[in-house]
């Protein structure tokens, strides 16, 4: 499968500010996922990028796919204690079978 | 509307022993099914898929295998455990027209 690498591996934030989480990947990529897993529970699919340069919001939540389709980013503003989980990003197989997910970025709010 | 089961929630199995878990999917027809395998603070590593009855794609060899004995049915079996089986298991469908994967709620193995 394709893999990426996805930085921070852990995002400390206060409530109220804003942070980026990146997904990238050495080779270029077809589509990819972003999934939200909150502690104790599965993982809940987010969105789907598709198109190079492609930016979809989600409330607060703003997704973006790079314009040579190798990386994405998520980008929360004004965090809130519902943000808290863990985020991975999963790009598409060339089969479309498969996903192949990153290692997430876990995010912790400060109230 | 779709929904996804899998049990049991939790499960604490001696070394060596073997082990079944379960998915079941409702509400849709011929889903493509996939097992996953999440390590304590770890990301999600493909065990494996299944595109139709019957049809068994391997990820990982390792001492685990699937099965796919009906359309909406999906089992993870194993003859022995290990130490290294432990972990959270994750069953998950898709439809083939759309993209995203829905998960069930997961088992919490824990091999002692």
């Given at each position: 499968g394709?893999q990426v690498m996805q930085?921070?591996q ?13 997904c ?11 999934y939200?897993q ?5 993982p ?42 863990t985020y991975f990003c999963a790009p ?7 996903l192949s997910f990153g290692a997430g970025t876990t ?5 | ?35 996953y395998r999440q390590a304590a603070g770890r990301g999600l590593q493909l065990l ?12 990982v ?26 972990g959270f298991?994750l ?22």
């Open positions: 394709q930085i921070p852990y995002q400390h934030v206060q409530e109220g500010e804003d942070f980026t989480t990146y990238n990947s050495s080779t270029t990529l077809s589509n990819i996922q972003w939200k909150r502690p104790g529970g599965h809940v699919f987010l969105i789907q990028l598709v198109k190079s340069g492609e930016v979809k919001k989600q409330k607060r939540l703003t997704f973006q796919f790079g314009e040579a389709k190798k990386n994405s980013s998520l980008h929360i503003t004004a965090t809130q204690t519902t943000d808290v989980g598409r197989s060339a089969n479309d079978y498969k995010v912790t709010v400060r109230a | 509307s779709q929904t996804i089961h899998q049990w049991p929630a939790t499960l604490v199995q001696p070394v060596g022993s073997p082990l079944s878990l379960e998915c079941t999917v409702e509400g849709t027809s011929n889903p493509n099914l996939y097992w494996f898929y299944s595109v139709g009855i019957g049809q068994i794609s391997s990820e060899p390792q001492n685990l295998s699937a099965s796919r004995p009906q359309d909406r049915q999906f089992i993870l079996s194993s003859k022995k455990l290990l130490l290294s089986d432990s298991y069953c998950a469908w898709r439809i083939v027209t759309t993209a995203e994967q829905y998960f069930g709620p997961g088992t919490r193995l824990t091999v002692t």
